[in-house]
Nanobody, 115 residues
Framework: QVQLVESGGGLVQPGESLRLSCAAS????????MAWYRQAPGKQRELVAS???????NYADSVNGRFTISRNKAMTTTTLQMNSLKPEDTAVYFC?????????WGQGTQVTVSS
């Protein structure tokens, strides 16, 4: 069974940057769309950014202008560049891949922004 594996989380200070990466456990497994979600304690999971196979981008208002999602041409990996991080960005970040109407999720990676 194909799994998504995230990496790159950690503890940073406000204003700093982090880069999250996500890859399918099977390198030949291609998605039609990929996205990043996050879930803070006591809150619902929310969409952070998404990218389609055609390159269409979508960002949550709270991260627009600070975060950048990208993918490789084969649509097997995605990255999330996070700049100017704020304490309210603290959450577990999840990678999601869509293949047809089937969703695949990673296990999540913790991002903590604190001074």
């Amino acid at each position: 069974q194909v799994q998504l594996v995230e990496s790159g989380g950690g503890l940073v200070q406000p204003g700093e940057s982090l880069r999250l990466s996500c890859a399918a456990s099977a390198s030949i497994f291609r998605f039609t769309a990929m996205a990043w979600y996050r879930q803070a304690p006591g809150k619902q999971r929310e969409l952070v950014a998404s990218i389609s196979g055609g390159g269409t981008l979508n960002y949550a208002d709270s991260v627009n202008g600070r975060f950048t999602i990208s993918r490789n041409k084969a649509m097997t990996t995605t990255t999330l560049q996070m700049n100017s991080l704020k304490p309210e960005d603290t959450a577990v970040y999840f990678c999601r891949g869509l293949r047809g109407n089937i969703e695949y999720w990673g296990q999540g990676t913790q991002v903590t922004v604190s001074s």
